[in-house]
């Protein structure tokens, strides 16, 4: 695991007056499941926005799969794949229309967006689903379906926006079967969660406060550092300090 797929120096995002990214600085590796949490309001989704060529930096430079976060935002878009709580596919739509519709969005071509979809299919054992229309779905298969949807066309990098938000410990299990997995392939994991029973699952985690990376190491060393027994308390620890925001229970 030694080639870099996301590079980030001195990385800011302001608007107007207030900063909210300030000065972060990382690198995350190929295959590596990175953790990147922090409280509601410390700048963890606007650090994501910039990453996935969603929104641009104020000042900084950085590189997302070879690409650079300040010119080349449409071509971070095509290698990377995204997904978020809060919108991930088409209630309206059937599980196979989701997966032929997503794979054209990312450019794949008829056959191959017909071979990944059998693929995908019968790697979830979804394949009495095909026709089922996704609003029909309980929400953990919605889960699993919107990450093998964001792995459609093999991307470098999937960033995961509390992906496991709302679903029962099972289907949170299953589901970071599945990253692990992914990470195996070689996929890259950018993953930020509310459960810091999670963050012990990655192979680092950054955490930040007020705008900054305060902390970033593997779960182990971060316990070390902070002479806690899981990663809830050093989070606790660091984020009873924030300025902004609210600490997450």
């Not at 590189?63 to 990377?80: L, N, P, S």
């Not at 012990?200 to 955490?207: L, Q």
Request: aromatic share 10%; glycine share 10%.
């Amino acid at each position: 695991m030694s080639d870099i797929v996301i590079s980030v120096r001195n990385l800011t995002k302001r608007f107007g007056n207030f900063t909210a990214v300030n000065d972060i600085s990382f690198d995350v590796y190929r295959g590596e499941i990175f953790g990147f949490l922090g409280a509601n309001g410390a700048g963890k989704t606007t650090a994501m926005r910039m990453l996935s060529g969603l929104s641009y930096p104020t000042s900084g430079s950085g590189t997302v799969a070879g690409f650079d976060i300040m010119r080349e935002g449409e071509m971070i878009k095509r290698h990377i794949g995204y997904m978020s709580q809060r919108f991930s596919l088409y209630n309206n739509l059937t599980v196979a229309e989701n997966i032929t519709l997503f794979a054209g969005i990312y450019g794949l071509s008829k056959q191959t967006t017909e071979e990944r979809r059998d693929q995908l299919l019968a790697q979830l054992k979804f394949s009495s689903e095909r026709d089922t229309l996704v609003g029909a779905l309980p929400l953990g298969w919605k889960q699993k379906l919107a990450f093998a949807i964001a792995g459609v066309h093999s991307p470098e990098v999937v960033f995961l926006d509390e992906p496991t938000g709302g679903v029962d410990p099972v289907t949170r299990r299953q589901f970071w079967e599945m990253i692990y997995e992914a990470a195996e392939g070689g996929t890259t994991i950018f993953v930020t969660t509310h459960y810091m029973d999670e963050a012990e699952y990655c192979s680092r985690v950054s955490i930040m406060v007020d705008g900054e990376v305060r902390a970033l190491n593997t779960p182990t060393r971060l316990k070390q550092q902070f002479n806690a027994g899981s990663m809830d308390e050093v989070f606790r620890s660091l984020a009873r300090d924030a300025i902004r925001g609210e600490l997450l229970i």
